[in-house]
């Protein structure tokens, strides 16, 4: 059973950085597309970052140049490094092992 944890969300001011952790188990994250989405209030949930089994990535337009989506095959975890943050950015965060699973998210709130 694949099992996807969050972790590093937060309050943060406009111009500030997190972290976003994704502990997984039951799963090899280095062999499966890994991926970030998020789903602000009213809106659909968006894809924001991926990381393929080979090591590609690809962003959201929006997050382009601010987020930084990388793993750790060691410790079979995924992170979003997120800086430059927007009010825009606020969402409930989501890990996903793409087309298996979902974690429980993370609330990640930017101020103005």
């Known amino acids: 059973q694949v099992r996807l944890v969050e972790s590093g969300g937060g309050l943060v001011q406009a111009g500030g950085s997190l972290r976003l952790s994704c502990a997984a188990s039951?799963?090899?994250?280095?062999?499966?597309?890994m991926g970030w989405y998020r789903q602000a209030p009213g809106k659909q949930r968006e894809l924001v970052a991926v990381?393929?089994?080979?090591?590609?990535?690809n962003y959201a337009d929006s997050v382009k140049g601010r987020f930084i989506i990388s793993r750790d095959n060691a410790k079979n975890m995924v992170y979003l490094q997120m800086d430059s943050l927007k009010p825009e950015d606020t969402a409930v965060y989501y890990c996903?092992?793409?087309?298996?699973?979902w974690g429980q998210g993370t609330q990640v709130t930017v101020s103005s």
């Open positions: 039951g799963t090899i994250v280095r062999l499966n597309t």
């Open positions: 990381v393929q089994s080979g090591g590609s990535t």
């Open positions: 996903v092992s793409v087309g298996r699973s």
